[in-house]
């Protein structure tokens, strides 16, 4: 018999050579018929895969991230089958699980793939599917391995197995299909019940250009029909929201090819709404005690080696900028924290000094690869709300439980209301990944873990997330159509004051190490705004929009009258626009609407003479009529209804 403990902390015993599915079916039929995969002793394991020792067992359904994992990768599987008999010769290569359904690369050779030809993909793909074949693993020899794919003449299959061993090699068959696989699996196609290939793209082997291209297909499926259609609504909704469009739509932001790829241009409208963005940040980090700084936007080369940054991601840099100088190099600035640490070696500073706080909006450049730049959320140039606490080993809690409530009030004031915050910590089997003593990187981990339940944050553990100078706590926030994306960090460091001999005087007199704090509560500029965007799909609070309200008179008659509400309106700091153009008045609506200006003000001669105004609401439409003062104190209560105080 052995032991099996469920993540309950209950124990059950099982005869040895149980699997994960009879403990489902002991638990339940209900649950049994929903698992699709197992983790024992944290590792993946097949729902049939014997049970031979005690260990701790968790079940997984398609409703969390391992499940989504295994049933992805077990489509994979699928779609090559269906691609290899619609077209003979191909040679396929990987298949992975992605964050949203799978992909497979493959060399088609003579063959042509469109989107013309992705129909009859998924339909041979849930014609197979249907034969409910069962997935099974096994361990093959390296020698069997390269024998098989040198039959087929596939390169790519020889090339991965070369670099494994005997005894870490597998094998998945399901139906008369076998692929080189490490496990993780579903127990039967039969489960895939509606697919749906996205898209196809070129992909080299391995990432690299000099390498065979390939053709990679991308798709989705699901255990239900119904959650494929719910997905490709909330895609097509998606495509509504997307920053890039609404960016261009409502002119906040372009790119030029002749500036160069990921470097963006803020329009004028956009370099307002980020300007408003700053100076709310600003006003909560004076009430937080922090002091606002500027750094150089390049640094020398050895001020990036110091810190452990050339070495890490010097090769993925922009390249060293030569002087005339002899051996004199400089970098674009990839990081603001060593700049920041040569800020807090300008002078001594004694315990009582601490905490420091130092802060800038500080533009940063990192090299990303062509095919990884997407609008605004991937670029190669982008501004951090940047900050650096640097504090006593006593002060350290506090302060990175503060920089959580600032964090939290950037969410709440903005209308991030669902996340989760991630607490990412080191890979303890890939310390080279990592600067720094373990002594250290314990004490850190451990003061994130306890401030984070301080706060009662709903918390996961992610192992080998962490910085490579130290842990950190990540905030994965979901927007209005239910995606995740990463927007803030705290992060504890004892390795850069380390590295840049960072001391203070301490009560006995003698010197010590300050422990630092990296916090970006939006994260970066660009990325943040481009996910507020597609969060709001443009209607940001009314405290942030470029225009909060449009005034429209109906003739040129009324433009004076115009005038003098806009005056009234800036005057109780309400940013107003008068639209004068010849234009009818239905159609300065539409416009009105397609910017999303959040209030209309229609005038003409009843209101001039009445002194009163016209108000319409984006997508809501006509609220009457109003005196100014009444107009601008429904403008300000909605103003103070959203924007909390910190």
């Known amino acids: ?73 077990s489509s ?68 069997d391995a390269l024998a098989k794919y040198k039959e087929e003449e596939n390169p790519f299959k020889v090339e991965l197995i070369e670099n494994l061993t005997d005894g870490e090699i597998t094998f998945c068959d399901h139906d008369d299909f076998t692929d080189l696989c490490r496990g993780g699996h579903i127990p039967n196609t039969g489960i895939i019940k509606a697919v749906k290939v996205m898209s196809a793209a070129g992909a080299y082997w391995r990432g690299d250009e000099k390498n065979p291209q390939l053709t990679r297909i991308y798709g989705i499926s699901f255990p239900k029909a119904k959650m494929l259609t719910e997905y490709l609504e909330v895609l097509e909704l998606a495509k509504q929201r997307d920053h890039r469009k609404l960016g261009k739509e409502l002119e906040l932001f372009t790119f030029s090819q002749k500036v160069g790829q990921g470097l963006p241009l803020w329009l004028p409208k956009g370099a307002a709404l980020r300007q408003r963005l700053e100076d709310f940040l600003k006003k909560a980090l004076k009430k937080g005690g922090y002091e606002m700084v500027v750094t150089p936007h390049i640094g020398q080369k050895d001020l990036y080696v110091t810190s452990g940054h050339y070495e890490k991601y010097g090769e993925d840099s922009f390249q060293p900028i030569k002087t005339p100088k002899m051996d004199e190099e400089f970098l674009l600035k990839p990081m603001n924290c060593p700049h920041h640490c040569e800020i807090y070696n300008f002078k001594p500073f004694s315990y009582k000094d601490l905490p420091k706080r130092y802060a800038e909006f500080g533009t940063v450049y ?55 915050a991630q607490i990412s910590l080191r890979d303890p089997e890939n310390p080279d990944k990592y600067i720094g003593k373990d002594e250290n990187w314990d004490k850190a981990e451990a003061a994130i873990i306890e401030a984070a339940n301080e706060k009662g944050l709903d918390t996961i553990v992610e192992t080998g997330e962490a910085a490579f100078y130290g842990p950190k706590l990540d905030f994965m926030v979901k927007d209005a159509l239910g995606r995740s994306w990463q927007l803030g960090t705290i992060q504890v460091d004892y390795n850069l004051p380390e590295r840049f001999d960072l001391t203070y005087k301490g009560a006995d007199n003698e010197d010590h190490r300050p422990i630092m704090i990296h916090r970006a509560p939006f994260g970066s500029m660009e990325r943040f705004i481009a996910v507020l965007l597609e969060h709001t799909g443009g209607n940001f609070p009314l405290w942030l929009m470029p225009e909060q309200v449009m005034i429209l008179p109906i003739s040129d008659k009324y433009q004076k009258y115009a005038k003098k509400v806009s005056e ?59 005196a100014m003062n009444d107009f601008i104190e429904l403008i300000q209560k909605e103003i103070d209804s959203t924007l909390v105080q910190f």
């Open 1 to 73: 018999m052995i032991n099996i403990t469920l993540p309950d902390g209950s124990v059950r015993e099982y005869a040895k050579n149980s699997t994960a599915m009879d403990v489902a079916m002991s638990i339940s039929h209900g649950l049994a018929r929903n698992v699709i995969s197992a983790s024992f002793n944290g590792e993946t394991v097949e729902t049939k895969t014997p049970l031979t020792t005690d260990g701790n067992l968790t079940l997984f359904t398609f409703d969390q991230p391992e499940g989504k994992k295994a049933f992805w990768h």
């Open 76 to 143: 994979a599987h699928v779609l090559a089958q269906a691609i290899q008999k619609l077209y003979p010769g191909v040679k396929l290569t990987i298949g992975p699980a992605i964050e949203n359904g799978f992909y497979y690369d493959i060399d088609f050779g003579d063959h042509k793939v469109s989107e013309n030809d992705f129909p009859k993909i998924e339909k041979k793909f849930i014609e197979l599917a249907r034969g409910k074949r069962e997935f099974s693993l096994r361990e093959v020899s390296k020698a």
């Open 366 to 420: 990192r090299y990303e690869q062509s095919g990884e730049l997407h609008g605004m959320t991937r670029v190669r140039s982008f501004t951090q709300d940047d900050a650096h606490i640097f504090c006593t080993p006593d002060q350290l809690k506090d302060e990175f439980k503060a920089t959580i409530d600032l964090v939290l009030y950037v969410f709440n004031s903005l209308g991030f209301d669902d996340f989760t």
């Open 568 to 626: 009234l309106l800036e005057n109780s700091e309400i940013r107003a626009l008068i639209d004068s153009r010849s234009e009818k008045t239905g159609r300065k609506i539409r416009d009105a609407e397609i910017s999303k200006v959040p209030y209309m003000i229609i005038v003409g001669e009843k209101e001039e003479n009445e002194g009163t105004v016209s108000v319409r609401k984006h997508g809501e439409g006509d609220l009457g009529s109003f």
